[in-house]
Structure formats: C-alpha cells, structure tokens
C-alpha cells in the first residue's frame, strides 16, 4: 500500500487548506483511511476517518464541523477540506490505512504527511 499526501502549506487563522491523499496497492475493500495529525512536541492525534466505500465519515470531537472527509473513488484519492482553520491546527497530517475507526497509531500503513501551518 502507498500513500501519499498534498497541500500542505501556510495559511491565515480562519483559512481553509485541503488535503489530499492519493491511494494505491490496496487488496482488499476493508479498511478505514484515517487523518491523523502531529504537532510539534505533542502526540499523534486522530483526525477522522473514512471507509473504503466513501460513505460515512467520522470526526474527533475537536473538529466540530470545522473539517470535511471525502473520496473520490475513481482515482482513489481521499480528502480532507479543512475551514476555520485554528493556530492549534499547525501540524503534520498524514492519511493512514486502519481496521478500525479510531486510528491513531495502530495504523497498517502511512503516508509521509504534509505539513499544515496556521499563522497570522
């Protein structure tokens, strides 16, 4: 499996960025693609997650519909839109293919991350 992530970069508090996280390699339909997230000295945080088949997704709580999963199945490539971005959201976030929903290091494979920093 690879993974690879895009559209990292600098913006403004209250700003948007998306992600995007190209996909490969899979054999089966069974896994969760996860965001998850690092900020500088803290630890790995779970950002949300997506099923295979592109359907429901689920946030952590401090998201607070701030944040948009979604996948485009034709190029398997899954996305995160992020709005109302906050300093606190300055960090490393990399897809990650998991078994289950909460994913924060039982992760099956990473993606290298891209870096997302929020600064007035």
């Known amino acids: 499996v690879q993974l690879v992530e895009s559209g990292g970069g600098v913006v403004q508090p209250g700003g948007s960025l998306r992600l995007s996280c190209a996909a490969s390699?899979?054999?089966?339909?069974?896994?969760?693609i996860s965001w998850i997230r690092q900020a500088p000295g803290k630890a790995l945080e779970w950002v949300g997650s997506?099923?295979?088949?592109?359907?429901?997704?689920y946030y952590a709580d401090f998201v607070d519909d701030r944040f948009t999963i979604s996948k485009e199945n034709a190029q398997n490539t899954v996305y995160l839109q992020m709005n109302s971005l906050k300093l606190e959201d300055t960090a490393l976030y990399f897809c990650?293919?998991?078994?289950?929903?909460?994913?924060?290091?039982?992760?099956?494979?990473r993606g290298q991350g891209t870096q997302v920093t929020v600064s007035s």
């Open positions: 990650a293919v998991c078994a289950r929903i909460l994913c924060v290091d039982n992760y099956v494979a």
């Open positions: 390699g899979f054999t089966s339909n069974d896994y969760y």
């Open positions: 997506l099923y295979s088949d592109g359907r429901r997704p």
